[in-house]
């Protein structure tokens, strides 16, 4: 009911058995580490060979093969750590816009922020019955997380965190120093495949581990690749997983799919920023998320600002009119001029 308190919240990280994904990533990121170093790197480098005997080409190819393995591991695990530990965003706590169940006693039902455009068939507000508030666009309520997350993207088991509004860019950042990584374990340690092969007095566990070492990257790669090629084709189109999924569920009859447009479409250089930041200088650093709170998403750049005015109308509330709410001292949210309409 309405005038019950909200749930208490889950503390985060409360659950162990679930970091055995993120323990199985971490393993197996070591595991590549260590082989390419020991099995690639160090003798391409030819250390501890005399000068006399040193195929300069080899070290200088190997040298300039580990700094870029180094770099794309360093920023790849700045990425990993910052993607499980930075929270995605929730729905703030105390503002009376997205309590549904007043803590005061008041309801906020019948006031609608402006700028949202996510309403049930009804006409009435999204709300959340686990958490108590009313969602924001683009926001859903996680089971795993039992939270409320902001622009929430999908659960990821291999972060034990949700993809969110907050940590979307350090997730895109990790899904593409991934590839950059194993792609360059794939081409590179070839040189190494085919080296334990061309000479028979190789060790048999340094041949055992160099294969497999080149086998589970290329299987990773190919996984890893395909996934952050969708997801490049989600930030050119403004959608987040679930959205995309909304799109792919069955429509009534004679009705299409559309996967090419979004009301949150910024165009590509917006929807880039969207994700990766303003300074583009900064895109592919873990620093400078993009701006906003996770709450709004419409301005005057977006396609349904656009289409409105011009004319198509894609979403017009003909069942609601805006009116001012009236003055209401010591609550600055419900003042004259504030972010809300009345729902007629």
């Known amino acids: 009911s309405r005038g019950a308190e909200a749930p208490p919240k889950r503390k985060r990280f409360s659950e162990p058995q679930k970091f055995l994904p993120v323990v199985f990533v971490a393993c197996t990121i070591c595991f590549l580490f260590f082989s390419y170093l020991f099995n690639h790197a160090r003798p391409m480098l030819q250390l501890g ?9 080899v070290r200088f190819r190997g040298a300039v093969e580990l700094v870029f393995f180094l770099y794309f591991t360093v920023l790849l695990l700045i990425c990993y750590v910052r993607s499980i530990l930075v929270h995605p965003g929730e729905i703030p ?15 906020a039902q019948d006031w609608v922020p402006m700028a949202l455009q996510e309403m049930k068939k009804t006409g009435e507000r999204r709300h959340c019955k686990w958490c ?36 979307y860019k350090f997730f895109f950042l990790l899904l593409f120093y991934s590839v950059m990584d194993l792609h360059l374990i794939v081409w590179t340690l070839a040189e190494s495949v085919m080296r334990c092969i061309d000479e028979p007095t190789t060790p048999f566990v340094t041949m055992f581990l160099t294969f497999f070492t080149e086998t589970l990257a290329f299987f990773l790669a190919v996984l890893v690749t395909m996934f952050f090629g969708f997801h490049i084709w989600l930030m050119s189109r403004a959608m987040t997983t679930i959205e995309f999924c909304e799109k792919s569920l069955p429509k009534k009859e004679g009705e299409a799919r559309n996967y090419e447009s979004s009301v949150y479409d910024l165009g590509l250089a917006g929807n880039t920023r969207a994700v990766l930041g303003n300074n583009m200088l900064l895109w592919f650093f873990p620093c400078s998320r993009p701006t906003g709170d996770g709450l709004n998403f419409m301005s005057d750049e977006t396609r349904l600002t656009k289409d409105l005015e011009s004319g198509k109308g894609i979403r017009r509330r003909t069942h609601q009119r805006t009116q001012r709410p009236p003055r209401q001292p010591g609550n600055p949210d419900l003042r004259l001029g504030g972010p809300f309409y009345s729902a007629a």
């Open 49 to 57: 060979i005399p000068s006399g005997k040193v195929d300069h080409d």
């Open 93 to 107: 706590d105390g503002d009376p816009q997205w309590e549904y169940i007043a803590q005061d006693g008041r309801s």
């Open 132 to 167: 108590g508030k009313y969602k924001p666009d683009r926001c859903h309520h996680c089971r795993v997380c039992k939270s409320c997350i902001l622009k929430m993207d999908h659960h990821c088991p291999w972060i034990y965190n949700c993809v969110g509004f907050a940590n």
